[in-house]
T-cell receptor, first 108, second 116 residues
C-alpha cells in the first residue's frame, strides 16, 4: 500500500512545454524529498522540502510543499529531453516511503 | 556515480533457489537501506541497518534476511525464491545521526533479479 499517491502515472510532452507532477498523502511527514530515476540507475535526490508552504527552485524545476505538509508538487518549465525519467516523491520519517512515481517523457 | 556499489548487476535463477546480493555503502556512511522495486509495487522499503545493527524493518518477507558487517558492507539474502520476487533490488546509504533519518539517500545502480 502506497502512503504517497503520485499523479499522473505517465506524462508525455513536447520539448518546450511545461508539466506538473503531484504527490499527495494522508499522512504528515517531517519533510518530503523528490528523486529522479533514469533507466538502469538508482534514484538521485533533487530536493528536500521541510517547511509547510515552502517553495524551492532548481533551475527550471519548482518544488512546492503544501501548507499541511501532506502534499507536494513538482513543476518543470520549458521541459527538455534531458528531463525524461521517473520522478519519485518520498515522505521522510525514520525511513523514506516512496510514491509509485511519474514517468515523464519529453519528446524532441 | 553515487559511491554505492551493488553486485551482481544482473542475476537469473530458478524458483526455490537462494541468492545473495551485496552492497558497499559510500565511504563514511553508517546506514544501509534495502529497497525492492517492481513494476506494480514501486519502491518498497525492506530493511535498514545502522552501524551493524538492524534499525528498521519494512515489508520484508520472512524468506528474506539481511545483515551489515563490521566493515559496513551489507548483504541481502533471498531464499526459496518465487516468480514474484523478480524485481530490482536497490541498496542505499546515508549519513544518519541518531534515530532519525534526516539526510539524502545515495542509491546504488541496483541488482536485477529474474526468477524463472
Amino acid at each position: 500500500t502506497q502512503l504517497l499517491e503520485q499523479s499522473p502515472q505517465f506524462l508525455s510532452i513536447q520539448e518546450g512545454e511545461n508539466l506538473t507532477v503531484y504527490c499527495n498523502s494522508s499522512s504528515v511527514f517531517s519533510s518530503l524529498q523528490w528523486y529522479r530515476q533514469e533507466p538502469g540507475e538508482g534514484p538521485v535526490l533533487l530536493v528536500t522540502v521541510v517547511t509547510g508552504g515552502e517553495v524551492k527552485k532548481l533551475k527550471r524545476l519548482t518544488f512546492q510543499f503544501g501548507d499541511a505538509r501532506k502534499d507536494s508538487s513538482l513543476h518543470i518549465t520549458a521541459a527538455q529531453p534531458g528531463d525524461t525519467g521517473l520522478y519519485l516523491c518520498a515522505g521522510v520519517d525514520y525511513k523514506l516511503s516512496f510514491g509509485a512515481g511519474t514517468t515523464v517523457t519529453v519528446r524532441a | 556515480d553515487s559511491g554505492v556499489t551493488q553486485t551482481p548487476k544482473h542475476l537469473i535463477t530458478a524458483t526455490g533457489q537462494r541468492v545473495t546480493l551485496r552492497c558497499s555503502p559510500r565511504s563514511g556512511d553508517l546506514s544501509v537501506y534495502w529497497y525492492q522495486q517492481s513494476l506494480d509495487q514501486g519502491l518498497q522499503f525492506l530493511i535498514q541497518y545502522y552501524n551493524g545493527e538492524e534499525r528498521a524493518k519494512g515489508n520484508i518477507l520472512e524468506r528474506f534476511s539481511a545483515q551489515q558487517f563490521p566493515d559496513l558492507h551489507s548483504e541481502l539474502n533471498l531464499s526459496s525464491l518465487e516468480l514474484g520476487d523478480s524485481a530490482l533490488y536497490f541498496c542505499a546509504s546515508s549519513v544518519v545521526g541518531g534515530d532519525t533519518y534526516t539526510g539524502e539517500l545515495f542509491f546504488g545502480e541496483g541488482s536485477r533479479l529474474t526468477v524463472l
